[in-house]
């Protein structure tokens, strides 16, 4: 036997150990048993040296023999966990998805672990810190805090929860509301304690209600199909309208998987559309429902995840990373809205959510339901292939009927801020009516573009291709998409001449609106206007209980909410999607127009929409609003297949940032010589080209386009090429990654 080979009877055991590192391998350490007392196994975590620093990792084989001379061993420092943290099964999810995304095993892991356990802490589950009211807390009278109103607001929440609860479940998170509760401390107000989160009452707020409402025959039908095939895999696309009952097909479906003594996983687009969805199934089920989303504390997420994994948690709910959550028992996935891009991953470990939902369904044998009222493309092309199975709701339930949808041609018609007089029109008639309205633009910010008339100069973003954004209200100039800002203008840096704001964003909108209808109660909806903890919450609960007469927002109102008396709406510029540079604009245009134009009349009072466009004759729009979304899919998927673009073709992006434009090119262009090299002959390389945004955040940024109409086919050309693209001396000069199956091209 080779010296260089170490064998076991000198060193011991050998540990192949992933960490969380760029490299794409994983590395062998020395486990000696009078040096470590517990025994190593396959899932649980290690301390180990590396560099001049330590590391968490995870083992992934214990073998014999290693490949590295026992000279250059380095010893474990701490085998972290008595058994495996990550399960076999779990441990084969995460190498697939290493291998079809090409991603670093240890990365990949790194995302399933939340920080708590990354930084190495035990894997028990944490001693939550909860608020809650002292003797002389409830004897405050809220009343005389008018001066103090989210003093006020606090003690009010605090007050519904005798028990106490999270910061997080009582929206009482970060910084804005740090100050108010240190001064509640120090008057007595309020204390925390450590609580236990092994009893299912302790992640409710409310009792559980078993009782269903009655389903429609659509519905039943649907649970009846996917309850048949409730112990093997299989994917299920339900296209059901807006407004027509899926998350009551949801959840009784999970019924029958709790049942069973099973677990089932959720994933929802978004945190915003978290509280109003974990409530509903909590309010159902008188079992514990963990929530994984990003807006949880270190506490939080490390507790909800190790319920998930021991199965003590019998439904999960969550946003994107919550995929990556080990399950105990598994019976259901389920992925509500799975047209949303937000499921995929756009830095580090670029994943897809949706995707890997499938994947996991497919591991553990139970079903996948995949739920829109605008399907993907994606999901339609499988639908048409035969490996997906499509089940409809196509009407509204509870006798709600579809709204009534209207096109506007604005061409030559006159503004006021983007506002047409049918518009302004019809908000006055609403109001008179006492029923809410929502306008969507899909624009923050006060006005896109400042300007100066005279010398024509414009107000760019010093780190990025792009125009800087008035925010009037704050007096800033903000780029949305590097975050510089700066203080704005009151005239022309170069000619001194007056400046001006050109276009409409969601603040303008609202202005104009509080001039217009003064008794009007006016709410705005966007990342600016959230951007701290429960703002959202608070917008949402007083729509619900009619204290908002007009809504203006972005595309965070096109998801899953529901107004009850919301009875018009107007998208005010349609246009946006139509000629993008992505070829998904008008797939992401039609969505957007249908779900936002869903929010309209889903109780009884019928609703009616009004679409603002410079090309009402546009074919694809016409399609979509003359003869609905499947009718706009059909055309627009046959419009892919003569392009021969996904998904009748697999696409991986290799992308390059770097300060130079050179240096960017120059690695490019060596990475199209390594194809040469492994032969590309069923794939097709094109460029390198500059993204359509070349510079964001100062950083120049390139991308190749690899193609092929074979999935396996690409997969094998990108295992053999990333190899030889890991070697170029060019690589080391730039930032790169490979992204497979992109949703976002520029």
């Known amino acids: 036997m080779s010296a260089e080979r170490t064998l076991v009877s000198d060193v011991g055991s050998i540990l192949k150990v992933a960490l969380p590192t760029p490299l794409q391998q994983i590395f062998d350490y020395r486990w000696q048993k009078k040096s470590v007392g517990i025994t190593p196994s396959v899932g649980a975590r290690v301390k180990v040296p590396f560099g001049r620093s330590t590391r968490i990792g995870v ?5 014999q023999k290693s490949e590295v001379s026992a000279q250059r061993l380095k010893n474990v420092l701490e085998i972290l966990d008595p058994g495996p943290l990550l399960d076999s099964e779990h441990l084969r999810i995460l190498n697939w998805a290493s291998d079809y995304y090409h991603h670093p095993l240890g990365e990949v892991i790194a995302a399933t672990l939340p920080a708590w356990l990354r930084r190495g802490r035990p894997a028990s589950l944490p001693m939550p810190r909860h608020l809650r009211l002292t003797d002389t807390g409830r004897r405050v009278d809220v009343t005389s805090l008018r001066q103090a109103p989210k003093q006020a607001a606090a003690i009010s929440r605090l007050a519904a929860c005798k028990e106490g609860s999270s910061r997080s479940e009582l929206n009482l998170a970060g910084e804005a509301w740090g100050h108010t509760l240190r001064r509640l401390k120090e ?59 899926k998350t009551e097909v949801y959840l009784a479906l999970i019924e029958q998987v709790l049942a069973r003594g099973k677990q089932a996983l959720v994933l929802i687009p978004e945190i915003g559309l978290t509280p109003q969805t974990v409530e509903r199934f909590r309010t159902r089920f008188d079992v514990t429902v963990s929530v994984i989303h990003s807006g949880l504390s270190e506490r939080e997420r490390a507790g909800a995840w190790l319920m998930a994994r021991d199965g003590r948690a019998k439904v999960v709910i969550g946003t994107r990373s919550a995929i990556l959550v080990p399950l105990h028992s598994p019976g259901i996935f389920i992925v509500d809205e799975e047209h949303d891009t937000s499921y995929k991953q756009q830095d580090g470990f670029r994943y897809s959510a949706r995707d890997l939902a499938v994947v996991r369904a497919r591991e553990a044998q139970v079903p996948v339901v995949l739920g829109s009222a605008t399907p993907s493309l994606d999901s339609l092309y499988n639908v048409e292939g035969g490996r997906y199975r499509q089940l409809g709701l196509p009407t509204r339930a509870g006798g709600a009927r579809e ?8 061409r030559g018609r006159p503004f006021n801020a983007g506002l047409s007089s049918e518009v302004l029109d019809a908000l006055e008639e609403n109001l008179a009516r006492k029923e809410q309205s929502l306008l969507f633009l899909n624009r923050r910010g006060y006005a896109p573009v400042l300007m100066c008339h005279q010398c024509g100069w414009v107000a760019d973003c010093d780190r990025c291709d792009a125009h800087l954004v008035v925010h009037r209200a704050r007096h800033r100039l903000k780029c949305h998409h590097c975050g510089h800002d700066r203080l ?7 000619c001194e001449a007056k400046v001006s704001p050109r276009g409409v964003g969601t603040q303008r909108i609202a202005e104009v609106l509080a001039d217009r209808f003064p008794q009007a109660r006016i709410a705005r909806l966007d990342r600016d206007s959230t951007r701290r903890k429960g703002e959202l919450e608070a917008v949402l609960a007083d729509i619900q209980s009619q204290r908002i007469d007009i809504l203006v927002g972005t595309q965070m109102l096109a998801k899953g909410h529901h107004f009850p008396n919301l009875t018009f709406v107007s998208v005010l510029d349609a246009d946006g999607g139509l000629f993008g540079a992505d070829f998904r604009a008008t797939e992401r245009m039609a969505q957007l127009i ?7 009349g889903r109780s009884e009072r019928p ?29 627009a998927l046959a419009e892919r297949r003569a392009a021969g673009l996904p998904p009748y073709a697999n696409i991986a992006l290799l992308r390059a940032e770097s300060t130079s434009l050179d240096q960017c090119f120059e690695f490019l262009n060596d990475a199209r010589e390594c194809t040469k090299m492994n032969g590309h002959g069923e794939v097709s390389i094109l460029g390198p080209v500059s993204a359509p945004m070349e510079r964001r955040a100062g950083r120049f940024r390139v991308q190749l386009l690899v193609l092929s109409h074979g999935r396996s ?17 060019s690589a080391r000069r730039v930032r790169w990654s490979i992204d497979v199956d992109p949703q976002d091209m520029i």
Do not use: M
């Not at 083992?59 to 073998?63: A, D, L, M, R, T």
């Not at 704005?488 to 170069?494: E, V």
């Not at 609703?607 to 899919?633: K, N, R, S, W």
């Open 594 to 600: 249908v779900q936002v134009a869903g929010r309209a």
């Open 187 to 245: 008057k007595g107000w309020i204390e925390e304690v450590d609580v236990e989160l092994t009893s299912p009452s302790r992640q409710k707020t409310t009792p559980p209600c078993r009782q269903a409402p009655e389903l429609e025959h659509s519905q039943r039908r649907v649970i009846e199909d996917i309850s048949n095939d409730v112990d093997r895999f299989h994917p299920y696309l339900l296209h059901g309208v807006t407004g027509s009952g």
């Open 607 to 635: 609703g009616h929409v009004l679409i603002q466009t410079h090309h009402p004759d546009h074919p694809l729009l016409h399609e979509l609003l003359e003869h609905g979304y499947p009718a706009f899919a059909a055309a």
């Open 59 to 63: 083992i992934v084989e214990v073998c």
């Open 488 to 494: 704005l203008p009151s005239k022309c840096p170069d």
């Open 713 to 729: 086919v690409l997969q094998r050309f990108l295992k053999s090429w990333i190899e030889g693209v890991n070697r170029l001396k």
């Open 403 to 410: 709204p009534a949808i209207r096109v506007l041609d604005v």
